[in-house]
């Protein structure tokens, strides 16, 4: 069964099990119906996120053990609330190899530990490599030493960093301790190209599990699947699935350990899946659905006004003085990705392909056959549609990779096309799976990580799951989308921020308001960016936006995020080749702008323009996730206005007692304005949140709704059945600039019966009411017939 919706926490040694028990009269309160954790394993010290996991056999300490674990779970259902898990399956966290006990005991024994086939490890290669010396790599190897007994307790350091010694090689120095191992310690740059085991993406801190194998299933999910059979665990949440060797077996295997759950057979179970537009989860997976970032794309996207593409187009196309297609960007983005940090696993993939070779080579010069062939599968894992295939299913993804291969290197149709064959023919073969695992890395480093922080014509379309290149959702495609999910997916997650957004949600709304006044936009951004200009056109296209879309924000926020984001760009700078002079310049940039006076007051006057309506664009997309099909998840901290761009900024602490008394006081029956402490966008979650929980009846079915009148563009509604209407203001300023709603109606379903509006408590008579007094107080209703 799943819960009414979801809140999201993120646990933390600064977020306790025992602060989110602190927590829960204020969730119930809000009208939550499930606690959705994040991972609760023991991971890294000090990780913000538990996606590090060291040990999936113990909770984590830091966060309060099995004990704290234990009390946070019987004060959930003390509460009625339903629990929901995160999971991670792909990897475990390496960084510190003392802390993983199984990675710690394959250093020391190699091949021989009992540990050994955990990992996805290439033995074939020699010993494992560690990519953790300095550039410098020969002087880096004599800080080397040698610490403990030389029977082989003892370990290898450099630096902080400590490393088994294998038994009986602690004799001698620690140059020649250090060539016995099953390890090598290597330069940091050699990751990318040399790598022997398979990571999460390009973090070689981060290993990959063969969870494939059932001995491996159940070791790694011995702990979680014990919590599931005890009736703890309502439901999980599997963390990037797409990585596994095999995605479908997974779930169901999961499946199947679900419905031993004494809570009965009908577990929640979603995956963290990114589809891109028109994609569909593969129809033999037994899941409920996904976490939601389509819908995110959906319910944004509609309030974005098409008629701003244009303008803000060309200026994006002045400011940098090229007029480049997203399309073209981002496959410039994949293709350099696949031959850099991504590199290990193009040759660890071309290995494999079983063709001859065409030229001579040994090993020590492989010749341009063997550069032929990491060729060929660098340009395929470019040219997935989304992020991979599941063959035998989804063989029209892999064609289709095929095709735009050949068309930018005609050149490699035959290698292609071997690849292609040779994938179709053992679909569950070594080949076709490191293909697939692999291309879903190439997307997500290229794409999000890379050519979203390039593209920067309007960012708030720069989201996991988004496509920039289509400029919002037209009312008739949001209804579309949303009828659809309620006909085949009405238990899949939906969201409109998580841990993982490039911002939050009301960051991209107030910048959805730029489309609708690109010509206000456009002069203030040229003239901003002449007096603080940075080492990077298209950097200073996403410095702008991000800071009117996060204002206020500290020097030391937008800092840290422009870092970030110049070196994800990697066009001036990148974490792999850092340019000195560019960082500085970026590092100082905001504390430059911040001390500009003059500057400031005209940022702030801006802000001042665009700050109501997109406060009107937060509380409609609100209520529209919530009111909508699927169920909603609330990322913590966002019931309020909440201004945040990437993590780690999305993780700051949070004033819940400041949220409690804003709770309280809305109960008192106190009517906010919508300002910027957030009242009203609490008034409306907590509203929308409580009707789902305790009348879940009325969430039934979806039925589009369309206002008549002057204005009717600016409005987009639904009814959820005959007993349920939401109905949100889109386009605000246009809306204003017209006058207002006028004598524009909504026509509501059924007879003529009184409704009420359960955000104001006002009551709306039936038949056609004027939006002009439905919406007379807040931007936002949600319309309920009495029970």
Not at 316 to 325: F, I, K, L, V
Request: glycine share 8%; net charge negative.
């Amino acid at each position: 069964m799943a819960p009414s919706s979801t809140y999201r926490l993120q646990f933390s040694k600064d977020t306790t099990f025992d602060d989110a028990v602190a927590l829960l009269p204020y969730l119930d309160a809000l009208g939550v119906g499930a606690l959705y954790a994040s991972p609760l394993l023991e991971s890294g010290a000090g990780s913000d996120h538990g996606y590090d996991v060291v040990d999936p056999t113990r909770v984590s300490a830091e966060r309060g053990g099995e004990e704290g674990r234990r009390r946070l779970v019987a004060a959930v259902r003390e509460h009625g609330l339903q629990f929901l898990l995160d999971i991670v399956p792909n990897h475990v966290g390496v960084e510190v190899a003392k802390a993983n006990p199984w990675w710690w005991d394959v250093l020391r024994h190699g091949r021989e530990s009992e540990h050994a086939d955990v990992f996805d490890i290439d033995w074939d290669a020699g010993p494992i490599l560690l990519p953790i010396l300095d550039a410098a790599e020969d002087s880096a190897l004599s800080e080397l030493v040698v610490e403990g007994s030389e029977s082989g307790d003892g370990e290898l350091r450099y630096y902080e960093h400590a490393f088994p010694v294998a038994p009986g090689t602690g004799q001698g120095t620690a140059a020649e301790v250090h060539e016995r191992q099953h390890y090598r310690l290597v330069s940091w740059r050699r990751g990318a190209a040399e790598l022997t085991y398979r990571r999460f993406f390009d973090v070689s801190t981060l290993a990959a599990v063969r969870v494939e194998v059932r001995e491996i299933f159940d070791k790694t999910h011995a702990a979680v699947l014990g919590w599931v059979e005890a009736g703890e665990v309502d439901g999980i949440r599997v963390d990037h699935p797409d990585g596994l060797s095999d995605p479908g077996a997974y779930v169901r295997r999961l499946r199947a350990a679900l419905d031993r759950s004494p809570l009965g057979p009908d577990r929640w179970l979603l995956v963290e899946k990114i589809l891109m537009v028109g994609e569909e989860l593969p129809a033999s997976w037994p899941v409920d659905g996904t976490s939601g970032y389509e819908a995110l794309r959906e319910i944004g996207g509609v309030f974005v006004d098409p008629d701003g593409a244009g303008l803000l187009t060309q200026l994006a196309a002045e400011h940098t003085g090229a007029r480049r297609s997203l399309h073209a960007v981002e496959h410039d983005a994949r293709r350099e990705v696949a031959a850099t940090i991504l590199a290990a696993e193009v040759r660890r993939i071309a290995a494999l392909v079983p063709v001859p070779d065409t030229a001579p080579s040994t090993e020590e010069d492989p010749g341009p056959a063997a550069e032929r062939v990491r060729d060929a599968v660098a340009e395929l894992l470019c040219g997935f549609p989304g992020y991979r295939s599941y063959l035998p299913e989804g063989r029209a993804a892999l064609d289709t990779a095929v095709t735009v291969a050949r068309t930018h290197r005609p050149d490699l149709a035959d290698l292609l096309l071997a690849i292609s064959a040779a994938m179709l023919a053992e679909p569950g073969g070594e080949l076709a799976t490191r293909v697939q695992q692999t291309s879903g890395m190439v997307m997500a480093k290229g794409v999000e990580d890379t050519a979203f922080y390039r593209w920067n014509r309007f960012v708030a379309l720069n989201e996991v799951g988004g496509d920039p290149s289509r400029f919002g959702v037209s009312p008739a495609e949001f209804h579309t989308a949303l009828a659809t999910r309620e006909a085949s997916w009405p238990r899949t997650m939906t969201t409109l921020s998580t841990h993982d957004t490039k911002r939050s949600e009301d960051v991209r709304a107030r910048l959805a308001v730029l489309a609708e006044i690109p010509g206000e936009w456009a002069p203030r951004l040229r003239r901003w960016s002449a007096l603080h200009p940075l080492p990077d056109p298209s950097l200073e296209l996403l410095a702008w936006q991000s800071l009117v879309g996060a204002w206020p924000i500290s020097a030391e926020r937008l800092a840290g995020y422009l870092g970030k984001a110049s070196k994800e760009a990697k066009l001036v700078t990148s974490h792999v080749d850092a340019v000195a002079e560019v960082d500085e310049a970026v590092a100082a940039w905001p504390a430059a702008v911040l001390a500009d006076a003059t500057l400031v007051a005209d940022v702030e006057e801006f802000v001042a323009r665009i700050a109501g309506p997109g406060r009107s664009n937060s509380l409609g997309q609100k209520l529209l996730q919530i009111a909508g099909p699927g169920v909603p998840d609330v990322y913590q901290g966002t019931e309020l206005f909440e201004y945040s761009l990437v993590a780690p900024d999305n993780r700051r602490p949070i004033d819940w007692a400041g949220r409690s008394e804003l709770l309280r006081r809305r109960d008192e029956g106190l009517l906010p304005e919508v300002d910027a402490d957030g009242a009203a966008k609490l008034l409306v979650t907590a509203a929308a949140l409580r009707l789902r929980r305790y009348r879940p009846e009325v969430f039934d079915g979806y039925r589009p709704l369309h206002a008549e009148g002057p204005a009717a563009a600016h409005a987009v509604a639904f009814a959820r059945s005959p007993a349920l209407v939401a109905v949100a203001t889109r386009l605000p300023v246009g809306l204003a600039e017209r006058g207002g709603w006028a004598d524009t109606v909504l026509p509501l379903p059924g007879a003529a019966a009184d409704w009420q509006d359960v955000v104001t408590g006002a009551a709306v008579e039936g038949g056609a009411p004027r939006l002009g007094e439905v919406l007379a107080r807040y931007p936002v209703a949600l319309l309920v017939r009495p029970a």
